[in-house]
């Protein structure tokens, strides 16, 4: 079986389109339908029917899904070994970063990185935590750095997700505030002025759970998706919003901005890549790093 063939199929099945497809493989439409119409005849099957929507799996498709998978996966597993065999890692690793680079010690694991395989290059797309996972799923990101909830269960179905560190977020508000929100649970608070972020950001999908929790909405009155502007808009009284917790106590000592002392927020920093190319010679070097900058503290892979 012919594993271009297979890496077509697969990759339209996740993109539910031939355009994206051919994109995302660097290749013509009109050559990646060749290559489905060879592998259809392969087979004896069609893998896909056409809708105005784009391309969507038949039953066979769907049977055989899993199978080419576990076999792409299996051959990207066989490189990869092959390639620690020479010792030699090469090619480009494009990497996913979030917040700032300093919180992910992304200049330590850059350093090591091109110390230890001079012919890896890297290229770095910065974003939310929502996003970089979808770019990763989608095949136009490598590796890339997430926040979640304790666990980060959320991406395990598709992505090998290793803990980096686990942390706290405190809820700031603005100077002046702090009888406003001192002693006060999500329920009172979610009756305050809030800064919002996008549902791709992990602040929106961690407030969102607490609130939902108590059963109440919170009243948003501004939008933002940079950590940094959140504060400055808490800094000028606009209203409530999420901070790490080293960065809320930098800004309370420094700005007089209030903390709510009766609620905080646990999360988790973390490194993911599609479980199926975890073996590939960059991927695996670029986690063999990664845990030298990290420690083995909290250094696990959920499968």
Sequence with gaps: ????????????????NLTRAAERLCVSQ???????????????????????????????????LPAAERALS??????????GLSGAVAGRLRIGTIVDPEFLRLGPFLKRLVERHPRLTTDLSHGMSGAVAREIVAGRLDVGYTLGA???TEHAERCAVTPLAVFAYRVVAPPGWGERVRGRGWRE??????????????????????????GVRPQIVAQVDLEASML????????????R???????AHADGVALADAVSVEASLGFLCLKERRHESAIA???????DVWGDGLWKTLD
């Excluded at 060879?38 to 769907?62: C, D, N, P, V, Y």
């Design 74 to 83: 299996a051959l990207a597993e066989f490189r990869g070994v092959a390639d």
């Design 285 to 291: 070097a670029a986690h063999a790093v990664m845990a």
């Design 189 to 214: 608070l979610a009756a305050l002025p809030w800064i919002g972020t996008p549902p791709d950001s992990a602040h929106h999908r961690l407030t969102a759970r607490a609130f939902e929790r108590e």
């Design 245 to 251: 917790d080293s960065l809320a106590l930098r800004a």
């Design 232 to 243: 400055d808009l808490v800094r000028s009284g606009v209203g409530l919003s999420l901070a």
């Design 150 to 152: 304790p666990g980060l």
């Design 1 to 16: 079986m012919d594993h271009q063939r297979l890496r077509a199929f697969v990759t339209i099945a996740r993109e539910g």
């Design 30 to 64: 009109p050559a990646l339908s060749l290559q489905l119409k060879k592998l259809h005849e392969q087979i004896g099957h069609a893998l896909f029917e056409r809708t105005a929507h784009g391309m969507r799996l038949s039953e066979a498709g769907r049977q055989l």
